[in-house]
């Protein structure tokens, strides 16, 4: 699915992009109606839609798309920073699909999402498939019936062959032939992919047996060896091609699966805003963190830093400005940090980062460069400064998450009423 998105703010380009990272193709962005009229000279399949842009009204733009026949069915999804009824009214006539909170992006997944399902019960298929068969005129015609439905085929004679290949290559279906030339037999290969020889890549993937023999207990020891199906040879075209098709797509519904449970389990984990852990996740692993670095001496501190009157940005400039001083706050600690540095976002404009192995100036040092870099940045010409304190373990290997932050926070509120945009560090 070919899916534009016309998206203004960088920070939700990249909200977008997190959240439909299960797309068979990367989003294509326009900044401006004036560039996504430029971008629809390609076929899309879905338009994704803010409502206010820089050079009009994404209500008119849809109107407009309306009028052509390239884009008259094409869904339009609305992104909108508050729904109600009257903009859900105004969106139906002016030829929206659907309207969505910027805040509910998770919705607007799951809707690509079973949009995608739906359009794929033809299934043209794509990508590789591993044959294993030494009969010349077998596999020439099993290349063929598949290379038709859109597979590219690697042709062995034997296992031992397919076995050099299996670590470098992905495939979407095996189809192996029982026996075979060479001292593997294919129920052999069978079982050194599916105990993981070669690559973990390929150990999932769906293997389709043949054979001419019509031994039953044969067959059922393949099947328990891990293959997942079986053809009699000679076999019908259709009979292949159907059997391929029905593998290939089970195959890819397991991988939504999959992605879709990792794609939650990093909700769960993260800050949709910022992308930075959330205060869940951050309770969790920052404990086990600080445990680590104590049992081997290392020495940990804890910034606790907030975005000077932030209040007041939302209040003067609006909260979509808000969310991307948050989005590019967020982007600098990160940049500022290290591998292995934990950040999260606690809660409003409230960040911490877990530093290990630096405490003293090099805490402090790091606290500076954190706090001038935010200060440069200047998203979208607002200024912002941050204030931050530090919790530093004084050696004693002692300190948990829960007296460091608590320490942190007293030092933040030091730097607070000490004039902001500042540095205090406290020991525990």
């Given at each position: 699915?070919?899916?534009?998105?016309?998206?203004?703010?960088?920070?939700?380009?990249?909200?977008?992009?997190?959240?439909?990272?299960?797309?068979?193709?990367?989003?294509?962005?326009?900044?401006?109606?004036?560039?996504?009229?430029?971008?629809?000279?390609?076929?899309?399949?879905?338009?994704?839609?803010?409502?206010?842009?820089?050079?009009?009204?994404?209500?008119?733009?849809?109107?407009?798309?309306?009028?052509?026949?390239?884009?008259?069915?094409?869904?339009?999804?609305?992104?909108?920073?508050?729904?109600?009824?009257?903009?859900?009214?105004?969106?139906?006539?002016?030829?929206?699909?659907?309207?969505?909170?910027?805040?509910e992006?998770?919705?607007?997944?799951?809707?690509?999402?079973?949009?995608?399902?739906?359009?794929?019960?033809?299934?043209?298929?794509?990508?590789?498939?591993?044959?294993?068969?030494?009969?010349?005129?077998v596999?020439?015609?099993?290349?063929?019936?598949?290379?038709?439905?859109?597979?590219?085929?690697?042709?062995?004679?034997?296992?031992?062959?397919?076995?050099?290949?299996?670590?470098?290559?992905?495939?979407?279906?095996?189809?192996?032939?029982?026996?075979?030339?060479?001292?593997?037999?294919?129920?052999?290969?069978?079982?050194?992919?599916?105990?993981?020889?070669?690559?973990?890549?390929?150990?999932?993937?769906?293997?389709?047996?043949?054979?001419?023999?019509?031994?039953t207990?044969?067959?059922?020891?393949?099947?328990?060896?891990?293959?997942?199906?079986?053809?009699?040879?000679?076999?019908?075209?259709e009979?292949?091609?159907?059997?391929?098709?029905?593998?290939?797509?089970?195959?890819?519904?397991?991988?939504?699966?999959?992605?879709?449970?990792?794609?939650?389990?990093?909700?769960?984990?993260t800050?949709?805003?910022?992308?930075?852990?959330?205060?869940?996740?951050?309770?969790?692993?920052?404990?086990?963190?600080?445990?680590?670095?104590?049992?081997?001496?290392?020495?940990?501190?804890?910034?606790?830093?907030?975005?000077?009157?932030?209040?007041?940005?939302?209040?003067?400039h609006?909260?979509?400005?808000?969310?991307?001083?948050l989005?590019?706050?967020?982007?600098?600690?990160?940049?500022?940090?290290r591998?292995?540095?934990?950040?999260?976002?606690?809660?409003?404009?409230?960040?911490?980062?877990?530093?290990?192995?630096?405490?003293?100036?090099?805490?402090?040092?790091?606290?500076?460069?954190?706090?001038?870099?935010?200060?440069?940045?200047?998203?979208?010409?607002?200024?912002?400064?941050?204030?931050?304190?530090?919790?530093?373990?004084?050696?004693?290997?002692?300190?948990?998450?829960?007296?460091?932050?608590?320490?942190?926070?007293?030092?933040?509120?030091?730097?607070?009423?000490?004039?902001?945009?500042?540095?205090?560090?406290?020991?525990?």
């Amino acid at each position: 699915m070919k899916v534009l998105a016309v998206v203004a703010s960088r920070f939700f380009r990249k909200l977008l992009e997190r959240h439909l990272v299960f797309l068979p193709e990367p989003l294509r962005f326009a900044s401006t109606i004036a560039e996504a009229n430029l971008a629809l000279n390609h076929p899309v399949d879905l338009i994704c839609l803010e409502r206010h842009l820089s050079d009009g009204s994404g209500l008119a733009f849809s109107q407009t798309l309306r009028r052509h026949p390239e884009t008259s069915s094409t869904p339009i999804l609305l992104l909108t920073t508050e729904v109600d009824h009257a903009l859900s009214a105004a969106s139906m006539e002016a030829g929206i699909t659907e309207v969505f909170s910027k805040y509910e992006l998770e919705r607007l997944a799951q809707y690509v999402h079973e949009r995608i399902r739906s359009e794929d019960e033809s299934l043209q298929l794509s990508g590789r498939a591993l044959l294993v068969e030494d009969s010349v005129p077998v596999a020439r015609f099993i290349c063929t019936v598949l290379e038709r439905t859109g597979l590219k085929v690697d042709v062995f004679a034997s296992g031992e062959e397919a076995i050099k290949r299996l670590p470098v290559k992905d495939y979407e279906i095996a189809l192996i032939d029982i026996l075979l030339e060479g001292e593997m037999t294919g129920l052999s290969l069978v079982r050194h992919i599916r105990q993981g020889g070669g690559d973990k890549r390929n150990h999932r993937m769906p293997i389709l047996a043949m054979s001419s023999m019509q031994d039953t207990a044969r067959r059922i020891e393949i099947l328990r060896q891990g293959a997942n199906d079986f053809l009699a040879k000679p076999m019908l075209e259709e009979e292949l091609v159907a059997r391929v098709r029905n593998m290939v797509r089970l195959k890819r519904l397991l991988d939504e699966t999959e992605a879709q449970r990792d794609h939650l389990r990093r909700l769960a984990m993260t800050d949709q805003l910022t992308g930075l852990f959330n205060r869940h996740y951050l309770v969790e692993i920052a404990s086990r963190r600080i445990a680590e670095a104590h049992r081997h001496k290392i020495p940990v501190s804890l910034l606790v830093l907030d975005i000077d009157h932030f209040k007041r940005i939302n209040d003067t400039h609006g909260h979509d400005v808000g969310d991307t001083v948050l989005a590019e706050t967020a982007s600098i600690i990160r940049g500022v940090c290290r591998e292995g540095d934990i950040t999260a976002r606690t809660g409003g404009e409230e960040f911490v980062v877990l530093l290990l192995n630096a405490s003293g100036a090099r805490a402090r040092d790091f606290a500076e460069t954190l706090r001038k870099r935010v200060e440069e940045s200047r998203p979208l010409d607002v200024p912002v400064t941050i204030s931050i304190g530090i919790a530093e373990d004084a050696g004693s290997h002692q300190s948990t998450f829960e007296s460091l932050f608590k320490i942190g926070d007293s030092a933040l509120y030091q730097a607070k009423h000490s004039g902001r945009n500042r540095v205090v560090s406290l020991s525990s």
